[in-house]
């Protein structure tokens, strides 16, 4: 697996954006009207750089072809809250640990 991150100009995050909108959102959309972490209105601010991450995934046992994938993170207006994954410990109940699989889901 390659990932590659790198800052890009406010204006092309922009563009990026709108790419998106136009072929997963209704337009005007960025992302679904409710989601776990609220709106997440995005900055208009093209003055802000945006981050991209290129990920590609080579796995001849297990793809017939590598597989992309390439996000585009801009800033939003107000807070971005902090997701709970498994470094982080906090949400996960009384006993402060994390699930886990009784087997593999695979």
């Not at 900055?43 to 080579?58: C, F, M, N, S, Y």
């Not at 801009?74 to 699930?99: I, M």
Request: glycine fraction near 10%.
């Amino acid at each position: 697996m390659v990932e590659r991150y790198r800052l890009i100009g406010g204006a092309a995050a922009r563009d990026a954006q709108i790419r998106h909108e136009g072929t997963y959102f209704p337009p005007g959309v960025s992302s679904p009207l409710t989601n776990e972490y609220g709106r997440g209105d995005i900055d208009p601010d093209t003055a802000k750089e945006g981050l991209q991450v290129e990920i590609t995934v080579d796995d001849p046992d297990a793809l017939t072809k590598p597989w992309s994938a390439l996000v585009t993170y801009r800033h939003v207006l107000g807070e971005w809250p902090e997701a709970v994954c498994a470094e982080n410990t906090r949400d996960f109940g009384s006993n402060g640990k994390p699930p886990i699989a009784g087997k593999p889901d695979f």
